[in-house]
């Protein structure tokens, strides 16, 4: 029997959809306008509880770039999952639930409805993570799902508190909340995007399947605190230097910690954490427009990313040591082509999409002078993204391959091939096009030349020191080489979690077994063993069935 191809058509809907919500942000935009739906559930009382959707060019804009990147991710892994194995439907139903939870909180200007989407996104998130089942998984899926519950405190007390306010439209009531309503979504939302000190679930989350940490460290998971410190925006309490400062701090610490990895997905995930503190940092600035811009031309290229390092895993026969790779470009040139175009707007080269929202976030920083420190971090953090991009492309384009002799790869036609095509184009035309359609912050900005330049100094001083890294690899990762790969010992807090789940096993080699017993599988053997006993129950003496019948229908009377 031949089976239905779901996600060619899961792809082709989330691609129609997404084509759709484009056009709608460009309607709002161009007429200034937006739409708000009103549903009411329930009415008791004086207590009604309504669902509500806003529709404007802000949520529209954000819900195209996450469906279309999803549809590249859906045709992606037809290929990378494979398309007829025993588990294939399960993981495209998951990927759509992930998505469909994201929409739900993209849309709602209610703070009931957002902890929805919100708490779908950790839960889903969590199956993917965990997608594997092996002790890897388990461990990253459990400090994911834990990190990001540590959010949903924060929601949850400012949902009580906002009663008193008569409602739980947050839109209405950004002037009058509560400082203290403010910061603790502010908490929660540094817990979904991974900032200090809530970072190290991010990089453990790379255990999932590659489309699945595609989807997520571009545009879904952590950028939804992200999105909802966009919304909830309010800047006079937004003028932060406390939340300045670690946002700043997570963009260096990430940073410097992805020079050092040989993980190649660990090292994307650690940019990725680099850029969320970049958005950080822009919006304590005040600088929310620009934020949001840095969002979606990031969520373009850092997808891209993944999906090209995916395609290296796939072929290299799954290994990820970026020492071992080399020489990639010889056998799959395609694929080493676009890898690189995203490396490049990653780093901020002019005329890429990452350049227009990257050069103007630092412009606006020069602008505000906010202190020679914070200063001189973020023009360090841009010299040390372009160092550890152009250590990846040594790794893996320049040196010899040191991976087996007599292994012959070479790239196939495949859609995996084409959704990288396409998001390649999106990679180099995005930031230009959305900034001409969205017309963000138009400031004049009047700099000097040598101030005008600097950041294009950076990026390529950043290029110079790659280099010498991977020259001096052997001093610098003998200097304090564990408390970079550690990420600054933020690890060893998590082991707290790792302690709460061993003491339920007497050692370690029991501990390797939980999921047997208490996951998927521990449901599936415990059905079989009471439907065992069920049969071994009604095949006995019939004194023993008439006997039980009549103590339950004693208990049922």
């Known amino acids: 029997m031949l089976k239905f191809n779901y996600y060619f058509y899961w792809g082709f809907i989330l691609l129609i959809t997404s084509f759709y919500f484009f056009y709608n942000s460009l309607m709002f935009i161009s007429n200034d306008s937006s739409i708000f739906l009103e549903w009411k559930i329930i009415e008791i009382n004086s207590l009604n509880i309504y669902y509500l959707i806003l529709l404007d060019w802000i949520s529209c804009l954000f819900i195209s770039v996450v469906l279309f990147i999803s549809s590249m991710v859906v045709f992606y892994s037809m290929n990378y999952m494979g398309l007829y194995s025993y588990s ?31 708490d779908g996104l950790g839960l889903v998130s969590y199956c993917l993570v965990i997608y594997y089942n092996s002790m890897k998984s388990y ?19 400012s949902i009580s508190w906002m009663m008193s306010f008569g409602s739980w439209h947050f839109m209405f009531y950004l002037d009058y909340l509560e400082y203290n309503l403010f910061y603790l979504v502010i908490i929660s939302s540094f817990t979904k995007s991974a900032q200090i000190p809530f970072s190290t679930w991010l990089p453990a989350a790379m255990a999932a399947p590659t489309p699945v940490s595609s989807l997520v460290h571009s545009s879904t998971l952590v950028t939804a605190g992200v999105y909802l410190l966009i919304r909830f925006f309010n800047f006079y309490v937004y003028q932060n230097f406390f939340f300045l400062f670690l946002s700043i701090l997570t963009m260096f610490m990430s940073s410097f910690c992805a020079n050092y990895e040989f993980d190649l997905k660990k090292i994307i995930a650690l940019s990725t954490l680099s850029q969320l503190g970049l958005m950080m940092s822009s919006l304590f600035m005040g600088l929310v427009n620009l934020s949001f811009f840095h969002l979606l031309t990031h969520a373009m290229f850092k997808s891209l990313l993944f999906l090209c390092a995916g395609i290296f895993i796939y072929y290299m026969n799954d290994n990820q040591d970026i020492r071992v790779m080399g020489s990639v470009c010889n056998s799959m040139p395609f694929t080493t082509s676009c890898f690189n175009i995203s490396n490049l707007a990653l780093c901020g080269i002019p005329f890429l999409s990452g350049f227009y929202s990257k050069d103007m976030i630092v412009e606006f920083m020069m602008m505000q002078y906010s202190g020679l420190i914070f200063y001189l971090i973020f023009f360090i953090c841009l010299g040390l993204t372009c160092s550890y991009s152009f250590r990846l492309f040594y790794y893996s384009m320049l040196i010899n391959s040191k991976f087996k002799s007599h292994m012959l790869f070479s790239e196939e036609k495949n859609v995996m091939k084409l959704s990288i095509f396409f998001l390649t184009i999106f990679s180099v035309f995005f930031g230009c096009m959305t900034l001409w359609l969205m017309l963000i912050d138009l400031f004049f900005l009047i700099f000097p030349l040598y101030m005008k330049i600097m950041p294009l100094v950076c990026v390529i001083f950043g290029f110079l020191i790659g280099y010498q890294i991977t020259e001096l690899s052997s001093f610098l990762f003998n200097m304090s080489y564990y408390l ?14 790792y302690m709460i789940f061993y003491s339920f096993s007497y050692n370690y080699k029991n501990s390797l077994n939980w999921g047997e017993f208490y996951g998927s599988m521990g449901v599936s053997f415990y059905l ?14 019939i004194k023993i069935m008439f006997l039980s019948f009549l103590i339950w229908f004693m208990v049922i009377i």
């Open 88 to 118: 294939s439907n399960r993981f495209l139903f998951l990927v759509i639930l992930f998505v469909l939870s994201m929409l739900l909180m993209i849309i709602s200007p209610n703070l009931l409805s957002i902890l929805l989407g919100w």
């Open 484 to 497: 970079f790969t550690n990420m600054w010992f933020m690890f060893s807090y998590s082991y707290y979690l």
């Open 528 to 541: 079989l063993k009471i439907s065992n006993l069920m049969q071994y129950y009604s095949m006995n003496n």
């Open 139 to 157: 461990l990253a899926g459990l400090i994911t799902c834990l990190t990001n519950r540590l959010g949903d405190i924060g929601l949850l007390i």
